[in-house]
């Protein structure tokens, strides 16, 4: 072997032994790293993803809260606004020929306006919103099922004249939009005593002097023998959210003086009325405007 082979091998070896040591000594390094980063402190807990502790309600008396707005009543814009609001949500279209999955979506938005009425009239906690959404998110189910099964038995014949026709029946369609089938809110979720004052669970009036019902029961449009208490069209509001003594319809010198009726209501009175009258936002718009000119 020469010389000069025996230095090529020597200088392989070195290098080799080189190259296999930097290996080793990065491979430490990273385990070495690796024990370290295992052994820090956990981040401060500004930075997790923690749940965060539920907004405390702010403290009001639901019932002195709801005998000051149905004193205090409405503006002309207060009520252009609920009924804006009313139509951009697309819930005063009119029961027309349309596809299910509209008809579905008008109801789910009926559902969103009839939960912001209780949550502002109620003063309704965060949790008790959740309950409500809950079950009204399971009758939405039950009823979704029975429109769907409705439709699918196809139409209703009938024989006129000698001939048999196919009529489509509106009754699902009502019975899916109606709110007056929905259950009352105490039905749908656990209302505190002050709370449950504002409405009909029991037949007996509040218990609480300061809230005198206008009328004794929530579809009766008479008390005593007297009639005309309250227009006909707004008893299902009341059958929500009670009319006070204080909100004298029976006043109003011009009985058909529709913005004169509605600037004696509390906001949640006006926006569950339109959930029974869908068709009064257009009326209340045409009103409106009339006031303009």
Not at 167 to 173: D, G, K, Q, R, V
Not at 187 to 212: N, T, V, Y
Request: proline letters at 8%.
């Amino acid at each position: 072997m020469t010389r000069q082979v025996r230095l090529s091998l020597v200088w392989l070896v070195f290098a080799t032994l080189v190259t296999f040591t930097a290996v080793w000594q990065v491979q430490v390094q990273v385990v070495r790293d690796l024990r370290q980063r295992q052994q820090l402190p956990p981040p401060p807990a500004k930075t997790r993803h923690a749940p965060r502790p539920p907004a405390v309600a702010a403290a009001v008396d639901p019932v002195a809260d709801y005998i000051k707005r149905c004193r205090k009543g409405l503006t002309n814009r207060e009520i252009g606004w609920i009924a804006g609001d009313f139509q951009n949500a697309g819930l005063d279209a009119p029961v027309r020929a349309a596809t299910r999955e509209e008809y579905l979506r008008q109801r789910a938005g009926l559902q969103r306006w009839y939960l912001a009425a209780l949550a502002d009239g109620l003063h309704l906690e965060k949790s008790q919103i959740s309950q409500a959404a809950a079950a009204l998110g399971e009758r939405f189910g039950r009823d979704k099922a029975d429109f769907i099964e409705a439709l699918a038995a196809g139409p209703r014949p009938f024989q006129h004249n000698g001939k048999w026709y196919g009529l489509t029946s509106a009754e699902p369609i009502r019975r899916l939009l109606d709110a007056r089938r929905w259950p009352a809110p105490w039905e749908l979720c656990e209302l505190m005593p002050a709370q449950a004052e504002i409405g009909w669970k029991s037949s007996a009036p509040s218990p609480d002097d300061r809230l005198s019902f206008l009328l004794e029961g929530p579809w009766k449009a008479d008390r005593g023998g007297a009639t005309g208490l309250v227009p006909e069209r707004f008893l299902g509001a009341n059958a929500v959210f009670p009319l006070l003594v204080a909100q004298q319809f029976t006043a109003l010198e011009n009985p058909a003086d529709l913005l004169a009726k509605l600037r004696l209501l509390h906001p949640a009175q006006a926006r569950t009325l339109l959930l029974f009258e869908p068709e009064m936002a257009r009326e209340i718009v045409r009103a409106l405007d009339g006031t303009e000119k």
